[in-house]
């Protein structure tokens, strides 16, 4: 087996139980669902199959054994406990750690398996010796993956009805099996005054998919094969689809039943007419021969579609670098597309700005469609958390519960992968900082099982993602005096409700009084929050004591491309993202003048702070008469950024600085204009946080 | 499985004979159905079988209105049933496979009972 196919295997494992991880925790809420007993028995299934044909045996016989007692459970033999969830979850753990191990070659904890089958047969219980009984069946069923039509023609002898068989409920066992297409046969009657009204005159064609195996089929009839004519043959095995071009003609399938011979066909196929009708009007058939071989044509057309619109709207797996491949060179595409219009407008030729414009066009649909690619739905990483929550709550002897909402969200790929340690790390503050335990939320009149809720929506071109509780909220006076015993604000300071509760963002802080496993050892929130801007997102909390807090991640949609603004600082180009820019306003030396030497504009009867990034960047030569001032939200503050000329808004592609230069402050990246020249990307709440850092 | 009631009851203007079946057929009653049946084709030229009230029919049954349908083709007669929508008697008939997009050998005036499913 090559590694192509394991890496399939693989990923399609790991796909499943993520599915089978979110089932399970749906299934302790809801242990009745039928459905999701399913869900889960046939991920198990599932795993056990492919696993075992690609070579996976530990994982094979491992997952074997959970099957079973979910077969079980399946069947109402055993019912979906607590426990069981939490064995299949470990189970799953198990799995998916003995996946990873195959990667790189690891030895997988032996003891931990052994641990979970003798949890597992414990639960099954009684049950259990009986189910191992019929296992080798089983195992070889499990591995007949494609389904395969048969055709089975049952004549049962006139006197069947005296045995006590009811042939419809062989017909309706088979039913069960698959898509099953039923014709009765009428031909054979009697005259109704001959009619034996306690006999059996019907006969049944059959068309049968199933991926249970001919076996399956033959052991519906095992209490009648004396009784009846059974004939079983196979029409269609359906893996094979792709290479058979064409449906059977109905001659093909008619002579394959033998209700007519080669040369009775060639007979009436040398007339030109529908072969149906011909046969019949020649007296070679008769028309219920003709109506069962058109089912079975029906049948296999219809399954055939089945799996064709199955296949149609699945995906195709594509390695991610392929996609950051791809994206890089839209990103370049764009820049030379930019470059283009420039040019084309400075020549002011009519013809090549009709190319560049449809040119531009294009691009901007190619760049559309490639972030498209990227873009996934948050719901995967909020599936885990659940997962989370579910633990976490167990070890701290809390309820709650978790609601999700949004989980539709899309979001590009690389985001959601950043986005998930900060997300964790908030989620596990809301459970150990601000859900109750279930007797102080009942003291405190609240119920006593707790929720956190997740939401991720749509903003222009940000995401947001609230994660809000209804716990405890937090104590003001708590963070006044922990922020004043760190010295990060002067014992007289007086903070807005944002800039205090801002404060549990610093470095080194936290309010927890003692350290548990969880959180509680302050270096969360601060490398949060630094996570957070490295995706040019923001963070905001509100929170009411007693009520809850909630807490809104703001992310741009996507890493690769942003709106900026493009300002011009003597020779050189800056961006400032689009989504921190409130207003721009002039800057003359009156102004200055006025302000005493002191960084402050007046604007609308309010005092702004402003960075004069000339100074700060130490860019030589004199600034124009009237400067610019670019004035951004930072953390709830509004802050300038001086200027010499603003130019106006730009899409750019986002270049990382390389290397050598991943260290340097207040610079985030970097894009190529029009005109080919570097232009850098401002990193604005890292330029405030330095000033502020230098002045205190 | 209710007791069965068969009624036969003659049509306002006559030409039609109605055999009205409610409860379930089983085999025990196959051969009071079948007279019934006989009776009724003898009767009338026409024959409407009420299936409206059925509650339940075996593979007897059913085999026997089919029957019943072919001797009344083979003797130029008719014999429609009435379902009334009764989706107990098109489920059981759907199981047995006697659904059929056009009627049987014997059925050239595409009176078939089976097609379609008149209500």
């Known amino acids: 087996m090559t590694d192509l196919h394991r890496q399939a295997f693989k990923e399609e494992a790991y796909e499943l139980l993520t599915e089978l991880e979110s089932s399970l925790l749906e299934l302790e809420e809801r242990p009745d669902d039928q ?60 799995i998916r750690a003995m996946l990873d191990a195959a990667d790189s070659g690891a030895e997988t904890d032996l003891q931990a398996s052994a641990e979970i089958i003798v949890g597992l047969r414990e639960l099954a219980g009684f049950a259990g010796a009986a189910s191992a009984a019929i296992e080798p069946q089983e195992v070889v069923e499990a591995q007949r993956k494609d389904p395969v039509t048969y055709r089975i023609r049952f004549v049962p002898q006139e006197d ?270 809301s459970i150990d900082h601000g859900i109750e335990l ?83 050892r302050g270096v969360g929130m601060d490398v949060v929050k630094r996570a957070i801007e490295a995706l040019r997102g923001s963070i905001d909390i509100t929170s009411v004591r007693g009520q809850g807090t909630r807490i809104t991640v703001k992310i741009p949609l996507t890493l690769a491309i942003i709106e900026s603004l493009l300002v011009k600082i003597g020779n050189d180009s800056f961006m400032m993202p689009l989504a921190l820019v409130d207003e721009c306003v002039e800057l003359t030396r009156e102004d200055v003048a006025r302000s005493h030497g002191r960084n402050l504009a007046h604007v609308r009867e309010h005092l702004v702070p402003y960075i004069p990034l000339r100074q700060h960047f130490r860019i030589t030569g004199t600034p124009p008469d009237i400067e610019q001032i670019v004035i951004t939200q930072v953390n709830g503050m509004r802050v300038g950024f001086v200027v010499d000329h603003v130019i106006g808004e730009h899409q750019t592609v986002i270049k990382s600085l390389g290397r050598a230069y991943k260290d340097t402050e207040g610079i985030s990246g970097a894009t190529i204009l029009g005109d080919g020249t570097v232009a850098l990307i401002l990193d604005i709440p890292q330029l405030v946080q330095a000033v502020e850092t230098e002045q205190n | 499985m209710d007791e069965v009631t068969l009624e036969r009851v003659k049509d306002p203007q006559g030409a039609t004979e109605i055999l009205k079946v409610s409860g379930g057929v089983t085999i025990c009653e196959a051969r009071e159905f079948r007279d019934a049946l006989l009776a009724a084709l003898g009767a009338a030229p026409e024959v409407r079988v009420d299936v409206s009230a059925l509650t339940g029919i075996d593979l007897t049954g059913l085999q026997l209105l089919c029957a019943a349908h072919q001797s009344a083709v083979r003797s130029g007669k008719s014999l429609h049933i009435f379902d009334g929508g009764n989706a107990t008697f098109r489920e059981a008939a759907n199981g047995a496979g006697f659904q059929r997009h056009t009627g049987c050998p014997q059925d050239r005036a595409c009176s078939c009972i089976w097609v379609g499913g008149e209500s």
């Open chain 1, 35 to 94: 459905d999701l007993i399913g869900r889960v028995f046939r991920a198990m299934h599932t795993i056990k199959g492919s696993g075992s044909m690609f070579g996976f045996d530990d994982i094979a016989s491992f997952t074997h054994e959970v099957e079973t007692v979910f077969d079980m459970v399946r069947n109402g033999k055993l019912s979906v406990t607590g426990r069981l969830v939490n064995l299949t979850l470990a189970a799953r753990d198990q």
């Open chain 1, 160 to 429: 069947i009805f005296a045995t006590g068989t009811n042939p419809l409920n062989l017909l309706a066992e088979m039913k069960e099996l698959g898509t099953c297409t039923v014709v009765a046969q009428t031909d054979g009657f009697p005259p109704l005054e001959e009619m034996n009204p306690e006999g059996c005159y019907v006969h049944w064609d059959v068309i049968l998919t199933t991926d249970q195996g001919e076996n399956a089929v033959r052991d519906i009839f095992i209490f009648v094969e004396d009784d009846c004519e059974l004939k079983i043959e196979v029409v269609a095995e359906h893996s094979r689809y792709d290479e058979q071009q064409d449906y059977k003609k109905l001659g093909e399938i008619l002579l394959e039943r033998g209700d007519i011979t080669a040369d009775e066909m060639k007979a009436v196929l040398s007339q030109q007419r529908r072969f149906g009708e011909l046969a019949v009007s020649e007296g070679i058939l008769n028309e219920a021969k003709v109506q069962a071989a058109l089912a079975e044509q029906k049948h296999v057309k219809e399954v055939r579609q089945e799996k064709q619109a199955a296949d149609a709207s699945s995906s195709i797996r594509v390695p991610a670098e392929r996609l950051d491949l791809l994206v890089n060179l839209v990103g370049e595409m764009v820049t030379v597309q930019a470059r283009l219009s420039q040019t084309a407008a400075q020549r002011d030729d009519a013809e090549l700005m009709a190319i560049a414009e449809e040119v531009e066009r294009l691009t901007a649909e190619l760049r559309d469609s490639a972030l498209n690619i990227r873009m996934l739905p948050i719901g995967s990483t909020f599936s885990k958390f659940k997962r989370l929550v579910r633990d976490l709550s167990v070890e701290l002897g809390k309820q709650i519960e978790m609601t999700t909402e949004g989980a539709e969200t899309e979001l590009d790929k690389t985001v959601i992968e950043k986005l998930n340690d900060p997300l964790v790390h908030l989620i596990r503050n």
């Open chain 1, 438 to 520: 279930p007797e102080v939320r009942e003291a405190a009149g609240k119920p006593a099982r707790g929720t956190v809720h997740l939401a991720a929506v749509h903003s222009g071109d940000s995401v947001l993602i609230t994660i809000a509780d209804d716990g405890a909220g937090l104590d003001k006076e708590a963070i006044r005096t922990k922020g004043i015993e760190r010295g990060i604000i002067s014992a007289g300071a007086e903070l807005s409700e944002k800039e205090l509760f801002g404060l549990i963002f610093a470095p080194g802080f936290s309010t927890a009084k003692t350290v548990s496993s969880i959180s509680g």
